[in-house]
């Protein structure tokens, strides 16, 4: 049986790094931030409903959408943004479902379902087990800062507008505590899915 795990962390928490390790043990990966990306592009059906809504002034001369154009009418109007939402979403769980099923129909020992958003998006249904990306906040606000740049106001809003990790961390099936080491982040990852039988015990 195909075990269906949902991860998700909050900005700057190490998720894609945790992403990677279930990639080297060979365990599918299943991205939402990628599906979005592929659903929008030409000939897709949200790709005919965007433009539809927002006009073809919001294509580049490629023929592609200008996520930054795009990104600046939603970004200021929340019913602009529902809007866009509507659009991307269901074709986005729609296309995670179809590639999910095709997962457990090969039978692999698992799959993992990458998702920014899990709890906020209430997708907590789409899989068996919810595992969490954790650091303290603070940690959490110097890495945000050392990889973007920003400055310590900027990087504690950008934090401040997601569901607090705390949160997240007491929802989950399984937290993964990423405050130390690459190494002791493996470590615990290997644990759990050693114990679930997804890997062999060392």
């Known amino acids: 049986m195909t075990?269906?795990?949902?991860?998700t962390g909050s900005i700057a928490t190490g998720?894609?790094?945790?992403?990677?390790m279930f990639r080297e043990w060979e365990i599918p990966v299943i991205d939402a931030d990628k599906l979005s990306?592929?659903?929008?592009?030409?000939?897709?059906?949200?790709?005919?409903?965007?433009?539809?809504?927002?006009?073809?002034d919001i294509l580049l001369h490629t023929g592609e959408i200008d996520r930054?154009?795009?990104?600046?009418?939603?970004?200021?109007?929340e019913k602009k943004r529902e809007q866009l939402n509507g659009i991307v979403h269901p074709q986005v769980r729609k296309r995670m479902i179809e590639k999910r099923e095709a997962f457990r129909e090969q039978g692999v020992p698992a799959v993992v379902l990458?998702?920014?958003l899990l709890f906020e998006s209430?997708?907590?249904?789409?899989?068996?087990?919810?595992?969490?990306?954790?650091?303290?906040?603070e940690v959490q606000l110097q890495r945000l800062m050392e990889r973007d740049g920003s400055n310590e106001k900027d990087a504690g809003q950008r934090i401040a507008s997601q569901l607090p990790i705390s949160e997240k961390a007491e929802r989950a099936d399984v937290v993964i505590d990423n405050n130390g080491s690459v190494e002791e982040t493996y470590g615990q990852l290997r644990e759990k899915l050693s114990d679930w039988g997804i890997l062999k015990k060392s």
């Not at 075990?3 to 991860?7: A, D, E, S």
């Not at 990306?37 to 073809?56: L, S």
């Not at 154009?69 to 970004?75: E, S, Y």
């Open 3 to 7: 075990v269906v795990i949902g991860l």
């Open 15 to 20: 998720k894609s790094t945790v992403s990677e």
């Open 68 to 77: 930054k154009k795009l990104g600046k009418i939603v970004f200021g109007d």
């Open 114 to 116: 990458d998702i920014p």
């Open 122 to 137: 209430g997708l907590e249904s789409y899989v068996d087990k919810t595992m969490v990306v954790y650091v303290k906040e």
């Open 37 to 56: 990306r592929e659903v929008v592009e030409p000939g897709e059906e949200a790709y005919n409903r965007i433009i539809e809504t927002f006009g073809d």
